[in-house]
């Protein structure tokens, strides 16, 4: 099978982890993924949702959103329209699922963070973009409140990353392209830990219905990835900011 | 573990599948799984969403509601509220691509056969019961259309049934109750075809992430579980209705 | 004047009223008159709208809806649509105002009472049942909440129940269908109390409008239907639970 | 009982109608009941909506809406809360319904009769008196299509008007101001044509149930009430324009 | 350049202003500018938006709205599209804040003065009307705080009224009706105080960009017509109400 | 009055204007003024809205939104809240209306031009900022459509660009950051084209009203700033993209 740029089925695309791309946040990445792009801030509040109020343990959430033209054709806006998508609410509750996955809420004290994943350009995996590029400014976001000693015990557990992978006219990819994703089979999400344990698989079978065989090969490639990705966060991360 | 009713970590609830439960839709399905209860209607409508218009394809959709009192604390009615939860337009967009993973659409013709999955009790996994219930409602729906000879060739390709698995307290289960959900460190949803093959696997670690030897687990009770529902299915299917 | 199953001008369609249909709410009523099917579940809430906070009084109020195929064509759901239509508000209006007539809502105690009444399978006279069959799900909660020693005195004042009654193709009939409602010249909702008053009447003359003599036979009918209703109702209720 | 400004149970406050309020619409006219005030215009637009479509039939339809210091407290405006209340959708529903049923759809031709009514001051009565005063700017809309030949022979088949009863402090009275209103035990309004048939009989017990000897009395002080009120719409009628 | 009823490009249509059209709120104002109509209804609401709470300061706000037949052609009512568009948060916003440029909010306490401005015809400069009437409405409001002494020191620092100017076929002509404001090249709308102060300078270029000369000729042309409009308002306000 | 970094109250700050900042839109601009940063871009679609169908005319229209944390506090998204707030249609409509005055939108033909301004950063002027740069935006999009033969005629008439005044602590400025306009006595936005004359002037007196004398120095600065603006335009447009 031919890929774009002569990638192979088991390569990951071109990854840039920017940090403080804005000045603003208290975490503000921009993360490149072959044409993929998506701006990821984090915001602390010193409150938490209502479900969370005295509970001594705060929460992090994520909200998702495309420009209209991060994608091929014009997309229209969500607040034009009034209304969140189902996809647009999939995701960024899946985000937010995900890194609340590494963080002890109750090291982090009655307070939200806040991680908007805003895509600026869209080439597919922009949902597994977000999740790696959002952990970098959640870090961010973190080191503020320790360095203010608003939080003094680091809450984070472990590293997190994703990684798309899936089935195109037969063959086992990693890190779909938008054109990839359009025709794939099966495509699966997978997030994990540094730790090597998982923490979110969705696989769908678009069209071809997959087996064990299949899904432990995934699996596989999915693993490859994920420890190149966070090759590069920790490698940001060690850069002065 | 105990579970309620001296159930084994292995074990699905008693379950029944009731056809013709109301009188007017092509197909209309109540599937009692323990003390969840899912009417599960299905509707044929002759023009398929602007998408598809033209293709000559059909179109199989879902929709999910749970009446308010479903749960054990009255819930506020999405329609009062003026929009779908995040979780609810997550679940019918699932319940839909599902059924559509074992349908021949060009067969269908450009038709519409929507799915209507109610929730009248829920005690957990209303979203597989929903599955599996919406598989049999679709089934009788098709039925008439061969019937009427609208429909030519049966575009049904496999049966399809599904069931949630997870790790409650360190064990792992099969077909949690609300009870045990609520408490599980992982819980997944498995969608399988009759020829054994995946649909769709959603698995999320609520707190501990998992590794290969706990998907492993998974995998295998899941598919144990859908085995029976499928036996149930079939005889459900073969009563005169 | 020919009806369906040969029956009289005067005559009910068949009635059954079955308690607990469903276990998780305090009250859960399934009433059947004909094909007309509605769900009536009561739930306490041990809190009440701004309006009638602190005045030591309680609240009781209903919710109506249809699932999409109750009619025999699928209507698209209000949760979709992001909004309730006028007919829904109406008649939801109408169900609390009945239910609150009979009741003293000082000895009910700063709490509230909600009726769903959700409509299985619509054939005319969806409204009225949902009077009738609430009333039943309400007084299972009342004697829920005595038992409870929440509430110390009977609030319940009087029976209650509701019939239609309208004018079609010149003949005054009781309990109409979908198919003689959609055709009625007149068509006439009445409720009325164990004692004979009026709670409501609503009559709306849909093509030629109606006279005394109309009015006074309307009334008469309606009386009948109720004291029948009303006969149901307490035999439901003597059943033990 | 006393009443404001001595008035008798059985007498109306002053009634005047003023034809051309404004002078774009169709028909203009402002209704003054006492002291609440409702703005009727009529407007003709050439079409009608999609279920009456190639019907060869009209439709007269009507909207509703206060404006917010109509009311002795200011009411927020619907349009700001993004939605319309169930009492407006109600009572927009009983207008429309009211003036169609003295009009021939068909001799009125494919178009439609918007007749929006906008309460400038309310103090009791404002769906009555809407009613009262659409039916004189429907006319007035009727004669403007019979000038211009678009109407060949006048569609309306009787006159209309709209009157409150209810029973307060145990006394039967029309025309209720909002401070009996507001306390009445019964309130009931009723919609007459000029041949002294019912068109709309809306009855409810606020608080304590009536019975047959009341209803009579009730309807006797309506048509009473309606007589008047015709003699009003009929002498504007007759002024030159 | 001829105007309608001989109008020269300087003068403005007639003005009238009457007090107390309605009863109820605590200023109301009826200003017909030639076929232009607004009702400005001040309300005085005892509290703050949350943004001014404990500041010791008061707010004064507008809402605009037309009924639907104020113009020539049905225009849909915003409370039915569910939305308010930007044209009319636009306009809110100006009268809003042109009325709080000449209130010392401090001085008027912590309430809120509500200025309700309904359109019941319009032919162009609806909002220079309402603001103009809104003044006079308000001044009212102020008038009644201070009787009740609710207020102590008037908070009221100038006199206020707002005009459009334009451009239309060359010719720089002052209050724009309908017909002249949709093909005027130039559209501008002025604010000014009673000591010729600028609150407000809104200058649009419908079609051919202005200069200097011309942006002064408008401002010229602008400051007679609001001397113009003050000096009926202060006659207004001197009529004992 | 001393300004941050230095600056001179008539000097604009730093201005950077990056073509092709993402590569899918056929316009894509980052502006960078100071730390004010928008996105524009401009996408071709080949249809027009409803009330220009069949005119032969085109549309050029604009979106206006802001990243959550493009502000110093995070502000909820306007998809999120369901509706757009009032400064948000106001500034579209602002940027919209100012493009199309310098397009011939008889020579584009029937498409329409959208220009989507996202900002990334906010520190005052962010609408001024959107105008100048989706004009560059535009002139890129309008250039493809030459290049494809589209269009055969350049329909942009003059240059474009637009900046803020106003008066802060009694001093006349150029180029309002965020914490100057949050204290500025009046703040005024200024279009200007290259032939130096006025599309819009929006000028509001926040806190003190202005006079001529003010008004004229205004318009002077502005005229020096969007001159500035106009250089940094053109050597950006003659850069190689």
Same mark, same amino acid.
């Given at each position: ?84 998508? $189902?996809?647009?609410? =999939? *995701? +960024? ?10 963080? %002890? @809420? ?89 730790? $090597?344990?998982?923490? =979110? *698989? +969705? ?10 065989? %299949? @899904? ?26």
């Amino acid at each position: 099978m031919e890929r774009s740029n002569g990638r192979a089925t088991n390569e990951l695309r071109p990854v840039k982890i920017s940090r403080q791309f804005t000045n603003i946040p208290e975490g503000s990445v921009l993360i490149e993924i072959g044409q993929t792009r998506v701006l990821c801030t984090a915001s602390v509040e010193e409150k938490v949702p209502p479900f969370q109020k005295g509970s001594g343990k705060g929460w992090v959430t994520a909200e998702y959103a495309m420009i209209p033209r991060a994608t091929q054709t014009r997309t229209q806006r969500e607040a034009s329209k009034g209304k969140l998508t $189902g996809r647009t609410m =999939e *995701i +960024q509750r899946l985000i937010g699922r995900a890194l609340r996955s590494v963080v %002890d @809420l109750k090291k982090l004290g009655e307070r939200t963070i806040w991680l908007d994943c805003d895509v600026l350009q869209a080439d597919g995996g922009t949902r597994t973009a977000a999740i790696t590029g959002a952990y970098v400014a959640m870090i961010d976001a973190i080191q503020f409140l320790m360095e203010k000693k608003l939080v003094r015990t680091n809450p984070v557990q472990d590293t997190l990353a994703a990684v798309s992978v899936g089935k195109v006219r037969g063959n086992v990819v990693l890190d779909l392209e938008y054109e990839e994703d359009s025709q794939a089979e099966v495509d699966m999400n997978v997030v994990m830990t540094g730790a $090597g344990k998982f923490v =979110e *698989i +969705q696989g769908t079978a678009e069209d071809i219905p997959f087996d064990r065989t %299949d @899904l432990d090969r995934f699996l596989e490639l999915a693993e490859q990835g994920i420890r190149s990705l966070m090759e590069v966060q920790k490698s940001s991360l060690e850069r002065t900011s």
